[in-house]
């Protein structure tokens, strides 16, 4: 009998160790399973080519600094003081139709008649003079926007050379396409409202594509693929029929 009992002890335990063993097995393949899923949003993140091909943080790709933490409203105060100053602009020479010149000029008067009455006036309150401060203009940062501004000039007197040497076609119907939209706009409204809403896309667009960063360079990769598609269906039946002459420079003897 003891013999017995202790032939169905040792059934009972391999039972036992038979089920455990089966449920550990099913929570490691579960847990496996789970960390896969885990994976695969990170796979898909490294998966989506970034716009432009950038690599770098979107705050270093505008420069760094103040001007990027004032696109990417870092410092709130700032950001929405700027933006409100250019929206007052826009609304006062704008909309209500207030001459740049005329403000100019309204404002040095104002300025002048104060100053000049609250010169005069503190010998008669026996009050100390107001402090006017001397401006003047330093030399260095001046020279070094010109020489900045000329660098860019001639950077690009160069690349609309290179456009216009006809070796790069793609490159040219881009250009044109580019100056006949901006010509568009610029027929639709004046140079201050382009100007101001120029400035509301700096303050807007950045902010929201560092929100919805994924999902903007998802959809950008989509459109760029079917864009590249449809350039290859126009190059093959338009731009390869269109005679073209001799790249290399001939060889004279």
């Keep these: 009998m003891a013999d017995h009992d202790r032939e169905d002890e040792k059934k009972h335990e391999s039972l036992m160790d038979k089920i455990s063993d089966k449920i550990h097995g099913h929570g490691s393949s579960s847990s496996s399973s789970s960390e896969s899923e885990d994976e695969k949003p990170s796979s898909f993140k490294a998966k989506v080519n970034r716009l432009f091909g950038r690599e770098k943080p979107l705050h270093r790709v505008l420069g760094g600094g ?13 950001s929405a003081g700027l933006l409100g100053g250019a929206t007052a602009l826009w609304v006062f020479f704008d909309v209500l139709e207030y001459n740049l010149i005329t403000f ?14 609250w010169s005069n006036a503190t010998t008669f309150i026996k009050k100390s003079p107001p402090r006017i401060p001397e401006v003047c203009i ?18 690009a007197f160069a690349a609309l050379r290179d ?6 076609l793609k490159k ?6 580019g100056l006949w939209a901006l010509s568009f706009v610029g027929s639709c409204c004046d140079f201050l409202t382009l100007l101001y809403t120029i400035t509301v896309l700096l303050f807007t667009v950045p902010i929201f ?8 360079d998802s959809f950008a990769e989509k459109a760029v693929a079917e864009l590249k598609k449809q350039y290859a269906v126009f190059d093959a039946k338009v731009l390869s029929k269109i005679p073209r002459g001799p790249l290399k420079d001939k060889k004279w003897a």
């Design 138 to 155: 330093p030399e260095k940062p001046v020279t070094q926007f010109v020489s900045a501004l000329r660098i860019e000039l001639n950077q």
């Design 172 to 177: 040219f119907l881009s250009v044109i396409a």
């Design 163 to 168: 456009i216009s040497s006809g070796r790069d």
């Design 209 to 216: 594509y560092e929100k919805y960063e994924d999902q903007v």
């Design 66 to 78: 103040k001007p990027a933490d004032v696109f990417l409203w870092r410092d709130k105060k700032v």
């Design 104 to 117: 100019v000029c309204h404002s040095l008067i104002l300025v002048l008649a104060v100053l000049f009455l």
